[in-house]
């Protein structure tokens, strides 16, 4: 919980402060009771090794907020407490607590400098004094060794699990970023399919309608019967169609993440589209070669046909011939959709498939070029110079032939 006023760094900053002013009076504590109890390495403190020495635990209150300051400060006060041959033991604890604490938040050159530094002069002014007393400052220079050591060992180790967290949580920020980007693909995908799947049906069942109710009002004298019921059976079958794949496709939003999403459409399913064209009307030429293709490439194979097919229906005018062909050279797919339907009136022609086709602008075009883009192919629409227009498409497979 934050203190009102105060952000997390601060709350932090000041709970980093408490806990080392604790330390630093705990240390103070054992000194005085070493200074009281021990005897033989120097004299008893008077009243200035007495101030000198708690002196000496004032900068480390601040030991880990400016670690080189509160040991510069530390030195400062210790240097005449050695100087003045009061009581050697007593600032040992906050003297090895201010070098660990340097070394296990500093880089290991300043930890070398300031190591170095100390024991340097530490044998130089006891060996000066004589051998007993250099001796006496080797045996301690080990443990100042040791400190300095723990310290960088416990730097290493934080280093090490700091980077093991962030390693996680730059992992768990992918998963969370790849959770999404797929989610927005199945999306995608489904309002693709979904576009697809409702333009055909609801094309084919317009032209369907339109077929019936002309027979209806041509002759009604002379009802033909048949080619109603004919009519109406077909706009039936392609209701029934529809549903099923209407189903099929919304149970990818309902599913579980470990759900399967069943079988994805794919080449065998061209006659279909094929067929429910012919019941609109449309003269259907259909040429597939056997083709081994990834499902993925058959899907999208699939509804570029469908689409293409939909637009040919809606947009051909009477008379309409299609001709749909899947080839296979090399490693890719290609398809091809043309029709020598009539484009209405209003319409303008243009060469390319990067601009508008000849047809009324829409998702569908974009949907197969997406569609298309989405196995790694490429996908080309735009009027014939001989009537009609055409879509071709190449899909990569994979597989070499």
């Not at 080619?227 to 149970?251: F, S, W």
């Amino acid at each position: 919980m934050l203190v009102p006023g105060l952000g997390r760094r601060d709350v932090s900053a000041a709970r980093t402060l408490r806990e080392d002013t604790l330390l630093a009076a705990a240390a103070a504590v054992a000194a005085v009771v070493i200074a009281l109890t021990t005897s033989g390495n120097g004299r008893h403190p008077d009243a200035l090794g007495w101030a000198l020495l708690l002196a000496a635990h004032v900068p480390s209150a601040f030991r880990r907020r400016a670690p080189v300051r509160a040991f510069l400060g530390l030195v400062v006060c210790v240097a005449p407490y050695h100087a003045l041959d009061y009581n050697h033991t007593a600032p040992m604890v906050v003297s090895m607590t201010a070098l660990y604490t340097v070394a296990s938040t500093g880089r290991p050159l300043r930890t070398l400098f300031l190591g170095a530094g100390v024991l340097g002069i530490m044998l130089g002014v006891k060996f000066g004094e004589g051998m007993t007393e250099g001796t006496e400052a080797l045996r301690i220079s080990g443990w100042i060794v040791a400190f300095l050591l723990v310290g960088v060992i416990v730097r290493v180790h934080r280093q090490y699990v700091a980077s093991v967290v962030e390693r996680a949580e730059r992992a768990e920020r992918t998963r969370e970023e790849e959770a999404r980007r797929r989610v927005a693909e199945e999306r995608l995908r489904v309002a693709r399919d979904l576009h697809d799947l409702l333009a055909h049906s609801i094309t084919l069942v317009g032209v369907q309608t339109s077929v019936a109710a002309h027979v209806l009002h041509a002759d009604p004298d002379r009802l033909d019967r048949a080619a109603v019921a004919k009519a109406l059976d077909d706009i039936a079958e392609t209701c029934r169609t529809a549903r099923g794949e209407l189903r099929a496709t919304l149970e990818v939003l309902r599913a579980g993440p470990d759900d399967s999403r069943g079988p994805l459409p794919g080449l065998d399913g061209l006659p279909d589209l094929a067929e429910a064209a012919r019941t609109a009307g449309a003269t259907v030429d259909l040429s597939v070669e056997k083709v081994e293709a990834p499902p993925a490439v058959g899907a999208a194979a699939y509804r570029i046909v469908q689409e293409a097919l939909t637009n040919a229906v809606r947009h051909g005018g009477p008379g309409l011939t299609v001709r749909v062909g899947i080839r296979s050279r090399g490693d890719a797919l290609h398809l091809r959709v043309a029709d020598d339907g009539t484009p209405p009136a209003t319409s303008t022609s243009t060469a390319t498939s990067s601009s508008e086709p000849d047809r009324p602008a829409g998702f569908g075009l974009l949907g197969m070029r997406e569609r298309a883009r989405s196995v790694g192919g490429t996908l080309d629409a735009g009027p014939r110079a001989q009537g009609g227009f055409e879509v071709a498409a190449v899909l990569p497979t994979g597989v070499a032939r």
